[in-house]
């Protein structure tokens, strides 16, 4: 195609043919209608005083004169989803236009969202008919966790401008990237406007978020202002106001069952609570019994959340052990933040009613607990961070039903909200505590006699703002003998890893990265890619007796907004089948197989086998409900395969 193509009032096909994807972005997080992949483009319209050209992928605006100019796309939207690269030279203005209307004047009015710096401030802008901007007005923040933003509090304002408490300065191992503007290099920029709410992403760093008055309706529009040039390569929108769900499919060796149709919980826990020899299923508030689940009791009130605006009140995460030491399985539900912590509910050993709930922990930071035996005396602690630290809590026998007593594996500043996992990283016979950020080593004389060793390693990557992910698993990955780890590594971005362990002549540990699955411009694992590991696992799912992991996709994992990656992309479960394999990079490869299309997992995943059949079974609770996936037997997929 020619260097300069001519732009012209009126519609204009662009040959634009995209460039690979950048280092510093790996493309939308949405998938796009439409993405310029030539050989040509869709129509767009100039105005203003600009020139525009294409040329091996990169449309390029030069202001020519004080206003500068538009390309303005033709087909119009309300709710749209943009993406961009963009580069600028020296005194470049830029920026995205969107909710074009035409006003009276011949001009235009509408959202625009500017590049010029890294705040990416939103105004609502008026545009005269030779396309210069004569009204700016900075539209107030918004983008909080609703889809529609209520107007601000005076108190909100004033808490905006309050100092944020800092976190005790460690040296970690896992750093944010800067996700600032990079003057005169490759930026990229993704914008969510829904309903009244503009959320922008410079380089997949935290949110930018505006509100406006709702309504309007138009098309998209880049500028170019100033006195530099302006580029633009990998365009890609999608008009959000589709939704699209996929084909429900379960994987061949599951059969589900569907316990509940609402969104009570994100954990789940099973134990024998009737003491009939069958274990049951706990959700949120209900019981489920077995061995048919389709019975069920209520331990403590019921009431839903409503999965589009609520996050499950009452049980982030659930967990079930005799804990009061009478021989009947309790209940223990946990919640992060600002929550009611650790509550522990106690079995009422066969009375037909609710039971009673004790407040046993606060200051829960983490979203993602374990219940494990960590000090060795055959009975579980509960494993997670709090007010800054790695820790574990357990009750005083004595006193079962009190606060429990907290022990402090690390020391302040390695807690986060993201990412937990127990195992023998070195092979001394005692339980190791990982995160993001590393793995404490048990002690010979204790587990109580913290803070443990600190090993430093990087088991998380860093997008918009977040790291860290589930449940992270501890085994022999590729049967070398020494523990590896796996994990996601954004609960609520992108991506799955394994990390191969290593030890020098010394015996010094140290761990490579063997990437699974990352963002969906990546080469992943039998070509699945999804968002949102917030809820994982692991265990013997093929009976092989090698572990394999299971993930999923938190649907919503921030409710109804557009603040985590591809929000509405389908809420898989899969399972990753561990195979060794000599010629794979560590020695080993972790291959997807299918469970689900329409659970999605809460914030963690339960696989156990309830009936004993010697196949493992895989339980979520989730926004659609709560779900037992029955793994079949092999030998009875195969004699059905015949």
Known sequence: MPKECAVRKGPVLLNVLLTAVSALASGPSFTPDVRFTGPTAKGWNKVGQASWSADTGTITGKPAGNGGGWLVLDNSYQDVSFYTEFRCEDSCETGVL?????????????????????????YAVAIDSNGKMVKQEKLPRGGVLARLTPPPSPSQLQSDNRPRPQSPSVDLPLKPADTSLRPHEWNSVEIFFDA??????????????????????????????????????????????VKVRDEEKVGPH??????????????????DFNKDGVLDVVSGPYIYYGPDYRKSREIYYAFPSNPLTEFASDSTMEFAADFDGDGWPDVLTV????????QLYINPKGEHRRWQKYAVG?????????????DGDGKPELVYSGAGHVRYAKPDPAKPTEKWIVHDISDAGYGVAHGIGVGDINGDGRIDVLNPY????????????????????????????????????????????????????????????WYEQKRDSAGKISFTEHMVMNDQSAKNAGGVAFSELHGT??????????????????????????????????????????????????GAELVPELIDTHSGVGSDVLAVDLNHDGAIDVITSTRFGTFVYWGIPRHVAASTQK
């Open 335 to 342: 919640n992060f933040g600002g929550g009611p912590g650790a």
């Open 438 to 497: 590393g793995w404490w080593e048990q002690p010979a004389a204790g587990a109580d006699s913290g803070p443990w060793t600190y090993h430093p390693a990087a088991f998380a990557q860093f997008g918009r703002g977040l790291m860290g992910g589930s449940v992270m698993a501890v085994y022999d990955v590729n049967g070398d003998g020494k523990n590896d780890v796996v994990t996601s590594l954004n609960a609520h971005g992108w991506g799955l890893a």
């Open 196 to 241: 009244n709410t503009v959320r922008s992403f410079l380089n997949d760093g935290r949110q930018q978020g505006a509100m406006v008055e709702d309504g309007g309706y138009g098309p998209v529009a880049l500028y170019a202002g100033g006195k530099g040039a302006v580029q633009f390569r990998n365009v890609a929108y999608m008009d959000m106001s």
């Open 254 to 271: 599951f059969r589900k069952q569907r316990l509940s149709d609402f969104y009570y919980s994100w954990g789940t826990a099973a134990a």
């Open 98 to 122: 969107l909710r074009a209307e035409k006003t009276s004047d011949g001009g235009m009015k509408g959202v625009y969202v500017s590049l010029d710096d890294s705040t990416l401030n939103t």
């Open 537 to 586: 696992s692991y265990a013997d799912v093929d009976g092989d007796g090698i572990p394999d992991f299971i993930a999923g996709k938190r649907y919503f994992s921030h409710l109804d907004t557009n603040i985590d990656p591809d929000p509405r992309g389908a809420p898989v479960l899969y399972w990753y089948k561990t195979v060794r394999n000599p010629k794979a990079a560590g």
């Open 362 to 374: 606060t200051g829960v930071q983490s979203e993602i607990a374990l219940l494990r035996d960590i």
